[in-house]
Structure formats: C-alpha cells, structure tokens
C-alpha cells in the first residue's frame, strides 16, 4: 500500500528524517495555538510552560556520540559520515576536546575554555590547528573543552549533531570530557579496531558507561584483514559482546567498516564505492533508529505535556462560564465564604511540600550513608589492584633516564589503579545502589499521588463552592496519577529528562521516577569517583615516591605497594567528602526538580483558579454585554484547547504505534 497516495502520512521509518521532521512541526504548531489560548485565558503560568516546550521541540536535534579509545578511527569515520574532511586525523591522538558538529550554511567554528561564557569564534581554517593533541605534553589538559563547528553538511541538515569525543585511554584527562556528554547522547557510536576488537580497558568501559544505552558496534580497519579471515574476526568480535551484554540486546548492531575509503568515496561522490565500504549501512540503520526509536521518546515527551497543559487549561473553563451566569452579588458572598477553604487549600499544599522535602533529606542521608560505607570498604582493593594493573612503560637499565622512567612508571600504576577503582564504584552504583534508590523513589511516588488526589479532592470542591451548582463539568482527563499530571508540565522535563516524562504518563508516575537512574548511574559514577582526574592523583602520588631510592627488581614492586597502600588511605579518608557531595547532587538533579515542579504545580493550580474568579467578577461588574463576550471567548478557547487535546492524543498514538 502507498501510504501517501491513501491520504496517510508516511511513518518516519518510511519517510525518514523528512517524515520526524513533520511530526515535529505538527506538534509545535499545536504549541503556538496553545499559547495562543493561554494568553487569552491570562493563565502566565501556562504560557510560560507552553513557552518553553516550544523553544524545546524548535531546538531538539538528534545527538550522535562517537566513542572508543584512540588511534580507532574516529575522526576519519566521522567525516566519512560528513563526507568531508571536517574533522582532524592523525595517526597519534588527535582529538583533544569534545567537537560537535552541526549544520551551518557556511562553514564557521566556535570553541569554548573552561570558564567561559561565551565562545571564542575562530576561523575553520585553524580548527585542526586549535583542537588537535599537543602530543609532546599529551598529558596536559587543552584550554578549550569544547568546538562546534557549523558546516554545509546533508546530515546534518537533518537536525542531527555529530559529536566526536577524545580517546579513551589515550591520555586519562581525556574521559572525564566524553564521561559528561554521554548521558545527552541519543545513540552512541562504538568505534574499535577490527584486528583486536574489545581490549580490557573497551570492555570495561562498555560495562560501566554503556549499560544504559543501546550502541552501534563500528569496527574500523575491516579492508586490512584478508577475505579468507574475515568470518572469524567478525563472529570474534560479536562474541565478546555478546559474552558481556546478553545474545539479543544488540542484534543488528554490528557493522564491519573501511572508513578511508568510504571518506574518498563520499568526497568523490561515488555511491558505489561507498556502499561498498560499510558505512552506508550504519547510516541507514542509525537513521532508521534515530527516526523512531529516538524521536519516540523526544516527541512523546512534549506531546504529552502539551496534552497536560491543555487539559489544565480547559479545567477551569467550565466553572468561569458557570460563574458568568450567577448574580454579582451571589458570586461576590461565595468568594469571601471561599476565604478560608482557600487558606487550608494553600496550608495542605505547603503541608504536601514540606513532605516532599523531607522525604528527601531522608533520601539524600541514605545514599550518603550507603556510598560512605561501600567507599571505605573499597579501599581494601586498592593495594591488589595496584599489584596487577597493567603497564607499557618499563624501567629499563639505562641510569640516565631512570627517574624519568620511574616517574612514568609511577604515572601509569596509579592512573591504571584510580581508573580500575572507578570502574568498581561505577559498577556498585548500577548494580547495588540503584535498586535500592528505584525502591524509595517508588514508595514515595505512591505517598505523594496519595497526597496529591487529597489536594485534587479539595480543589474541586472549592470550584464547585464557587460556582454554586453542583455537577458542572471539569476539563482534562482524571484517568492519569495526580504525580504524573503535576510533571506533565514544561517543568516536568527535568525529572530524568524526556524519559521520565514520557515512561510517567505511559504507564504511571512510579515508573517515570524509575527511569531517573540511567542517567543518574553514569552521572553518580563518576561524582562518586574518589580520584575525579586521575592523572592528577597519579602525578601526586608518583611525586612522593621519588624522594625514595629503589635499588633492583624491587622498583616497580615497591611502587605498586606503595601507590595501591596511598591510594586505599586516599579512598578512606576521602569517603565521607565524596559520599556526601554525591549524595547533595542527587538531590539537587532528581528530587529538589521534583520537589519544585509538584509545589509549583499546586501553586499555580490555586492561583488559575483565583484569576478565574477574578475574571468572572470583573466581567459581571461591566454588564451584560461583557458577560457575553467573555461566554463566547470561553466557549472559543475551550474548543480551540479540545482540538490541540484531540490532535496531540492523534499524535500521542502514532507515536506509541512506532
């Protein structure tokens, strides 16, 4: 069946980028005609939530991450997917900073210091200059931390942003700047090397960052292997996964690559030749994923919070116009008997607040207490860790350049020690604290729709005491949990980003609170890590050793002892400092969001429903003629709010059907 030639839209995984991209705007048209009807109805409030969903759904674009440890490919597989030499390539690590590339009409290049706030506009021509590696003092961190580069690319015309990280492993300051952007990516690209796919340090990484999200497996170099080889290497390397991950989790997800060619392919305009290097496939199947898979969740999200919104606005319409028809002085004696109803309506929603509050101190005082105790525990391990890590650097009998090897030795023990001990910790927060915080948040999710249905009750009384005839009909839909309609806001994004909220209105407010703790494993990880910069407690420690003299094969010996036994008494007295500032963060990026957006909800509830009064009452005092008006604003602005509730429940559908 042609689906455009029946009068149906196209799917987006028929019609690709194009077809999202139709949604999308569909689904900001909706929003501009909400606003519209908020500002009408004088509810600023909604006006700032539809606002703000707009800018978002106007700005969202797909984020495509590529990781792996250096020397993989990653810049050339990237410009092959640009299909120019954006990016730069070296054969040692090159990359220094995160670079997001986006599209420009017109090639154009901003980078960012630490501190800065605003970017420093350079010319393209000196990006690879800027950001490349200074690889005679590799080990020092770049003054940039960020590029974006805007280039005529077709990709990214598609509203899709390509981010190309610096190498794992290839200097440890590195991971900390891929570590932070990881948990914004919408599909992660795992580049390896064909011939020796999955090393200690790529399978660690996997297990520990990757656990929330679904990669795409890119192995480079695939044309250097002979033909004869090549179904070993592949069914290697699907096994080493798979071996990790499960057999089913990332079916389809493999793809063996020659990047070089598929960069002079795409530059020569060869559609051929490009297809046949690989990465024609990765670029369709990414783009099939990002189109559905990923959109589903982006637009979903606003979808349904434009609904929320919608149906909030359309809740006081019924008693405003009920209101129109009582006597001004009736309405006037109903309003000041309203008083105190109102004042206990206000102390129960401060009274829930507090609540809240609370329960999160009292969340907060147990992820600190959990994670100091598993931090102290853990210091035991450091010593045998220390013992066996792994090392490339050897001493070697020459006296003159003996401490200089010694201090490089000393460097590569410790910095392997802390990032091995980062791993332990990464691994402890998704696989022993999470359960326990999902359990907490879920009991408190239920306590709080029951405090909320409470509020509900004695907010429709309060309507239907205003408006003096019992029965009158109340927009919106009472089916979803009181937790999940008070995150459905424009606020509600930030409770475990669009996840949260599209997981909560799908299949309840419990669930939406669970699906904060993907993003806040990775996030914990590394807040949790004792050592934060790895280098920069290796170096520190090293620094000490070198006040001794080592004699004979005892060197390196002596240095794993003495590196794993300061590291451990670090980890111990360091626990308290670093379970509490983590602990804080929680708090600060989960449940004080939460916290807000419920108390603002119940806020802005109470005081929509004093405006309507207010509007109600001003209109009675002008006359029959201004009743009239505002009876068929009313009647107006409800249908306009019925049809964006029906037209995003359409979306909402197509959406949940993909």
């Given at each position: ?34 606003q519209k009807a908020a500002e009408q109805i004088g509810n600023n409030g909604a006006v700032n939530d539809v606002t703000a969903l707009l800018e978002r759904i106007e700005n969202e674009a797909f984020h495509v991450m590529v990781v792996g440890d250096f020397n993989r490919g990653k810049s050339t597989f ?189 530059i020569a305009e060869d559609d051929e030749a490009f297809r046949g290097t690989g990465v024609d496939a990765v670029e369709r199947q990414l783009e099939r994923y990002l189109v559905t898979e990923r959109h589903k969740v982006k637009l979903l999200s606003p979808a349904r919070s434009l609904r929320g919104v ?349």
């Amino acid at each position: 069946m042609n689906r455009e030639e029946d009068g149906l839209p196209m799917t987006t995984e028929e019609g690709g980028y194009a077809a999202a991209n139709a949604q999308r705007e569909r689904l900001a048209d909706m929003c501009r005609r909400a606003q519209k009807a908020a500002e009408q109805i004088g509810n600023n409030g909604a006006v700032n939530d539809v606002t703000a969903l707009l800018e978002r759904i106007e700005n969202e674009a797909f984020h495509v991450m590529v990781v792996g440890d250096f020397n993989r490919g990653k810049s050339t597989f990237v410009n092959a997917l640009l299909g120019d030499r954006v990016l730069p390539v070296k054969a040692v690590p090159a990359t220094a900073v995160i670079t997001e590339v986006r599209f420009g009409e017109s090639p154009a290049a901003l980078l960012w210091t630490e501190d800065a706030v605003e970017p420093e506009a350079v010319d393209p021509a000196r990006l690879i200059e800027l950001i490349t590696v200074n690889n005679a003092s590799g080990a020092e961190r770049s003054p940039y931390v960020k590029a974006q580069v805007s280039w005529p690319l077709e990709l990214c015309r598609h509203n899709v942003v390509l981010i190309d990280s610096p190498g794992l492993n290839a200097y440890a300051t590195h991971d900390d700047i891929t570590l932070t952007h990881l948990s914004q990516a919408d599909a992660v690209i795992f580049l390896q090397h064909a011939i020796a796919p999955m090393s200690i340090s790529e399978s660690g990484f996997l297990q520990t960052y990757l656990s929330a999200h679904d990669p795409f497996f890119v192995f480079t170099y695939f044309d250097a292997i002979d033909d004869h080889e090549r179904d070993d290497v592949v069914h290697s390397a699907r096994r080493r996964i798979t071996t990790l991950r499960g057999e089913d989790r990332d079916e389809g997800r493999f793809f063996f690559v020659d990047g070089k060619s598929a960069l002079r392919a795409r530059i020569a305009e060869d559609d051929e030749a490009f297809r046949g290097t690989g990465v024609d496939a990765v670029e369709r199947q990414l783009e099939r994923y990002l189109v559905t898979e990923r959109h589903k969740v982006k637009l979903l999200s606003p979808a349904r919070s434009l609904r929320g919104v919608a149906q909030e606005l359309r809740r006081n319409i019924p008693s405003e116009l009920k209101m129109l028809e009582s006597e001004n002085a009736d309405l006037e004696q109903r309003w000041t008997a309203a008083q105190q109803p109102l004042k206990e309506l206000e102390a129960q929603a401060h009274q829930i607040s507090l609540d809240i509050h609370n329960q999160t101190r009292e969340l907060q005082d147990r992820v600190e207490t959990l994670l100091g105790g598993f931090l102290t525990g853990i210091a035991d391990e450091a010593l045998p860790v220390a013992q066996s890590v792994d090392i490339t650097t050897k001493l070697g009998m020459n006296p003159l350049k003996a401490k200089e090897r010694a201090r490089q030795v000393a460097d590569e023990i410790a910095s392997g020690t802390a990032k091995a001990m980062e791993e332990k910790v990464a691994l402890w927060v998704t696989g022993s604290l999470k359960p326990v915080i999902e359990q907490d948040m879920g009991r408190l999710a239920e306590r709080m729709n029951a405090e909320l249905v409470a509020f509900d009750e004695s907010l429709d009384k309060l309507r239907v005491d205003l408006h003096g005839a019992s029965g009158a009909a109340v927009g919106g839909d009472r089916e979803a949990q009181p937790l999940t309609r008070f995150l459905a806001g424009a606020g509600g994004w930030v409770i475990g980003g669009p996840a949260g909220v599209l997981v909560g209105s799908q299949f309840g407010a419990k669930e939406a609170l669970r699906t904060i703790l993907p993003t806040l494993a990775v996030t914990l990880a590394w807040l949790c890590t004792p050592f934060g910069a790895p280098t920069l407690v290796a170096a520190w420690i090293a620094q000490g050793l070198f006040q001794v003299n080592f004699a004979g094969d005892r060197v390196e010996k002596k240095m794993r002892e003495e590196i794993g036994r300061e590291m451990a008494t670090q980890l111990r007295i360091a626990a308290p400092t670093q379970a509490r500032e983590a602990a804080r963060a929680f708090a600060v990026y989960t449940m004080e969001p939460l916290e807000r957006q419920v108390s603002e909800g119940m806020s802005a509830r109470i005081e929509e429903l004093t405006r309507s009064v207010a509007s109600a009452r001003a209109a009675l005092d002008q006359g029959e003629e201004a009743v009239e008006q505002r009876r068929t604003e009313l009647s107006r602005l409800d249908e306009l709010l019925s049809q964006v509730d029906e037209e995003t429940g359409d979306l909402v559908a197509e959406l949940t059907r993909m």
